[in-house]
């Protein structure tokens, strides 16, 4: 296979942000989460 | 504003209550469907297609590059500037939320666009980079409108004002997607980049069959990340509102007490006695 650096390179870099990503945003949620009052939680609603 | 459906509701304690975390039975089957896609797309585009005549092998970085551009340009910043107007108009922090995942989203995406045509461009333009092609400096400016955005939004403290001015700011920087958009067309000699390959027709068979399903699959993958980060921004706006509830309740609280004990223990300054 040609150029296998390269590819390993551009799929590596973006499966890995994008799991890297993924990882602190569900991290970030259950912290957040706690924080918040339990009738606070259901955020699909909301009268604002 | 109206209250919209909670199609996708939030996983739930054996106790009844919400979770803490910001996944749902909807979110874990769309984030294991996705899985599976990337996985298959993966396999198809390593061992099924075939190398490209003139590009060899790096043709493959299609699959992720196309796709990433597409969740960039049609899906986030769309996204962005849609809820954005909703923004202004409803004058809603649930579309402000909204907005602010898709831009947050585009950021990524768009840096992972230029990333990724950095490494495909190397072996086939011989470059890196190059400053006058018009594709990719209105996609840099892009990039930088789209963190500009989500750094001005953190500058704001008040929400309905970081609402309304960052929303100007969001449909102002989607303008640029026309620009990024028609780049190729309108200025032919001044671009590396071919005219779309997909709306040419170059594409058959195999290379456009997985082509369709990677767009496909990533179209997912940003639904499945716009649904978290939506709801870890809905989370932070109530933690913030919260805070002020309590702190104002507490304030009100104190103030009532104060005012008892004036009326109870009224003060008498020596010598004002009648």
């Known amino acids: 296979m040609t150029h296998l ?34 009738d606070r939680r259901r955020w699909m609603s909301t009268n604002d | 504003m109206p209250e919209p459906v909670a199609a996708n509701a939030p996983a739930r304690s054996p106790e009844g209550h919400a979770g803490v975390g ?3 039975t909807g979110t874990r089957i769309l984030g294991g469907l996705v899985l599976v896609g990337l996985v298959v797309v993966f396999v198809l585009a390593f061992f099924v297609t075939e190398p490209d005549l003139v590009q060899k092998d790096i043709v493959r970085m299609l699959y992720v590059h196309v796709p990433i551009a597409v969740v960039t340009l049609y899906l986030s910043v769309a996204v962005m500037a849609v809820a954005s107007l909703m923004v202004l108009w409803k004058r809603s922090m649930w579309w402000d939320t909204t907005a602010a995942a898709a831009a947050e989203l585009g950021a990524l995406f768009c840096g992972l666009m230029l990333v990724t045509g950095m490494i495909w461009g190397r072996p086939t333009w011989n470059t890196w980079w190059e400053w006058g092609d018009v594709r990719l400096m209105t996609s840099l400016v892009l990039f930088l409108m789209l963190i500009g955005y989500l750094a001005y939004r953190r500058m704001l403290v008040d929400p309905m004002a970081r609402a309304r001015r960052s929303a100007v700011l969001a449909l102002v920087s989607s303008l640029n997607l026309i620009l990024v958009n028609r780049s190729v067309e309108w200025w032919k000699n001044r671009t590396l980049h071919q005219e779309s ?17 990677a767009i496909l699959v990533f179209v997912g993958l940003f639904a499945w990340l716009m649904i978290h ?15 002020l509830d309590i702190a104002l309740a507490e304030r009100r609280a ?10 109870q223990h009224p003060k008498v300054e020596p010598g004002k006695q009648t």
């Open chain 2, 22 to 24: 910001t996944g749902s």
């Open chain 2, 254 to 263: 104190q103030a009532s007490v104060d005012v008892d004990e004036a009326v």
């Open chain 2, 197 to 213: 390959s997909l709306i040419e027709g170059k594409l058959e068979d195999l290379t456009l069959f997985t082509l369709f399903l």
């Open chain 1, 5 to 38: 650096g390269y590819l390993i390179a551009g799929w590596g870099i973006t499966f890995a942000i994008i799991a890297g990503y993924s990882v602190a945003m569900l991290r970030r949620g259950r912290v957040i989460g706690a924080r918040v009052p339990a």
């Open chain 2, 229 to 243: 980060r939506f709801r870890v921004g809905w989370l932070e706006y109530q933690s913030e509102t919260a805070g």
